[in-house]
């Protein structure tokens, strides 16, 4: 999404590709902290990337008990949100200050909030602007396709 105006870089700008090397997946597992009326609840989180779908970011989400739930968030909403407040309607992403990322979820069944270390959430992304730069992306034919036909 471009540079910001705190000169900042974006984990975009400060990838750089490593000659030879080619990245397909990135995981990396961070500490969550769920944020609930009873007080913050430690929870076992993982990001992930795959260069095979490239525009987007896995959130893993193990609840205690063993339940996991995942959800599906943009690359870039989540670089993006490292530096502005970011996002509409079901995911929302904005630092709480300069060393913690909240992120907001929510959908039919319920709401959730969540804090991650930002220096985790950009070491990750500078791993996926690594595997895939920014303007690098190329989605599948048949989502071209399909899009084609939505917008004339």
Do not use: K
């Amino acid at each position: 999404m471009g540079s910001s105006t705190d000169e900042t870089p974006t984990a975009a700008e400060a990838a750089r590709p490593r000659a030879g090397r080619r990245v397909d997946a990135v995981v990396r597992r961070v500490r969550g902290l769920l944020l609930t009326a009873q007080g913050p609840v430690a929870l076992h989180t993982a990001l992930g990337y795959s260069r095979h779908d490239p525009l987007a970011v896995t959130l893993a989400l193990r609840f205690p008990g063993g339940h996991e739930r995942r959800w599906v968030i943009a690359r870039d909403l989540l670089d993006e949100g490292l530096r502005v407040a970011s996002g509409v309607s079901d995911v929302q992403i904005r630092t709480v200050d300069h060393e913690q990322l909240l992120i907001e979820l929510s959908n039919r069944s319920g709401y959730v909030a969540l804090l991650l270390r930002s220096a985790d959430v950009r070491a990750f992304l500078h791993h996926c602007y690594v595997a895939v730069p920014a303007g690098r992306e190329t989605v599948r034919p048949c989502l071209d396709t399909f899009l084609s036909l939505l917008v004339p």
